[in-house]
């Protein structure tokens, strides 16, 4: 069993930053990739950032420029670094594990709300 814990959510001013932090505990083997998704209101959960363990990034449209994607010393960690945050990021952001192709199912954390507003 896999479980992955986020922090780092809150309540931020437009223009503000904030940190998520992800790390995963349990029956790890191997790791192909950590990743964050976010769902807003009444909209599918949609990809924000993506890491390889070969260091292959991969960013929303939305988010380049603003928001960067790292993993920990610590493998099983992986955090979000978000500066000029706008209203438009509000949402319930989640951390996705991804293991080698037909290893194991992928695993995702419970979610930590980000709020944008003034």
């Known amino acids: 069993q896999v479980q992955l814990v986020e922090s780092g959510g809150g309540l931020v001013q437009p223009g503000g930053s904030l940190r998520l932090s992800c790390a995963a505990s349990?029956?790890?083997?191997?790791?192909?990739?950590m990743g964050w998704y976010r769902q807003a209101p009444g909209k599918q959960r949609e990809l924000v950032a993506f890491i390889t363990d070969g260091g292959m990034l991969t960013y929303a449209d939305s988010v380049k420029g603003r928001f960067t994607i790292s993993r920990g010393n610590a493998k099983n960690t992986v955090f979000l670094q978000m500066t000029s945050l706008k209203p438009e990021d509000t949402a319930v952001y989640y951390c996705?594990?991804?293991?080698?192709?037909?290893?194991?199912?992928?695993?995702w954390g419970q979610g930590t709300q980000v709020t944008v507003s003034s």
């Open positions: 349990g029956s790890i083997s191997s790791i192909y990739a």
């Open positions: 996705k594990l991804v293991p080698p192709p037909a290893v194991a199912p992928s695993y």
